[in-house]
């Protein structure tokens, strides 16, 4: 049977306000968070294909300026000179805001299970599972999924709580906003870095009571 004119009509209009596919709602959604800076994000990284986790380039504990077991928090507005792990499996790395990882040679890096990375931080390069945080931060470098724990060659560390007597006696120090300190080797009592100041640590052997 032929149409009619009504149903010539009705068909017309239909085709000229076909209905928005369901998946453009998602869209929406997904932009509308992107544009939020406040949310957090985080991301798995996946194992390569084929290929085993990368290993570090250093396990000598003496290539590290700070090795912790399970957590390691580092604060915000440093440069951060040397690398870095928490070297157990679960364990988590946070930078704090605006902390920077300088370049040197060779490249330093940063070892963690999660790498959590606060606004506008940055990290030279990263060998990692998770990486959370906020969006601004990065890593500059390479990110390399690792397992854990690190194989690191740790020395024998004693269980019993470790006070050197000279400490007792040692000065306590204060470096003012701003300012610098270079302080030689020794025993020294309580050490205050106020904000944005520098000490200056050289070689050798140095006892803190805090």
């Not at 959370?132 to 060659?153: A, M, Q, Y």
């Not at 024998?156 to 040692?170: D, K, M, R, W």
């Amino acid at each position: 049977m032929g149409e009619s004119a009504t149903d010539h009509r009705q068909k017309r209009e239909k085709n000229r306000n076909p209905r928005a596919p369901a998946h453009l709602a998602l869209v929406v959604l997904f932009v509308a968070a992107a544009l939020s800076p406040s949310l957090a994000w985080s991301r798995r990284l996946p194992m390569r294909a084929r290929r085993a986790a990368a290993t570090l380039p250093t396990t000598n504990w003496l290539d590290f300026t700070i090795i912790a077991e399970n957590r390691l928090d580092i604060g915000a507005n440093l440069n951060l000179s040397g690398n870095f792990a928490t070297w157990a499996a679960g364990g988590t790395l946070e930078l704090g805001r605006n902390t920077y990882q300088l370049d040197d040679a060779p490249p330093p890096f940063v070892a963690a299970d999660t790498l959590n990375l606060a606004a506008v931080a940055s990290e030279a390069n990263a060998y990692t599972n998770i990486v959370t945080g906020n969006p601004t931060g990065k890593v500059r470098g390479t990110t390399e999924p690792t397992s854990f724990p690190l194989g690191l060659s740790l020395p024998t560390f004693p269980t019993a709580h470790v006070c050197n007597n000279c400490t007792l006696s040692g000065a306590n120090f204060v470096v003012s906003p701003g300012g610098s300190l270079t302080l030689p080797p020794g025993c020294y009592g309580e050490r205050l870095a106020r904000q944005n100041s520098t000490v200056f640590l050289e070689t050798g052997t140095y006892n803190f009571t805090k």
